[in-house]
């Protein structure tokens, strides 16, 4: 597989949790993102990072204050940590990878990246 998430699992609403993508050498690209999906929704961009050099990052709304990403260049790792999770965070997440847009810029939230993981359950209990 190309890229692997792991680090789901059943919290309390206000725990964390911190997710991890491993990437193989070959799917390892300079945009990368985090998405998610809940039970009868659409898939939803929640982080993403654009480069490789210098980290850009963007979050969802709903996200922003709570999560954050970061990525590990040598270990071809990403990361999502979670805090003060809510029941709306429930949702199996998934990451995803890509070289930049022709137009040079990176996909950010939207889906349209090439590369993606089968996803890792995230649970949130009130």
């Known amino acids: 597989e190309h890229l692997v998430e792991s680090g789901g699992g059943s919290v309390q609403a206000g725990g964390s949790l911190r997710l991890s993508c491993s990437a193989s050498?070959?799917?390892?690209?300079?945009?990368m993102g985090w998405f998610r999906q809940a039970p009868g929704k659409s898939r939803e961009g929640v982080a993403a990072?654009?480069?490789?050099?210098?980290?850009?990052?963007r979050y969802a709304d709903s996200v922003k204050g709570r999560f954050t990403t970061s990525r590990d260049n040598v270990k071809n790792m990403m990361y999502l940590q979670m805090n003060n999770l809510k029941p709306e965070d429930t949702g199996m997440y998934y990451c995803?990878?890509?070289?930049?847009?022709?137009?040079?810029?990176?996909?950010?939230?939207?889906?349209?990246?090439?590369?993606w993981g089968r996803g890792t359950q995230v649970t949130v209990s009130p």
């Open positions: 995803a990878a890509d070289n930049y847009a022709p137009s040079g810029a990176c996909y950010g939230l939207d889906s349209d990246y090439q590369y």
């Open positions: 050498e070959s799917t390892y690209r300079s945009c």
């Open positions: 990072i654009d480069g490789e050099e210098v980290d850009r990052t």
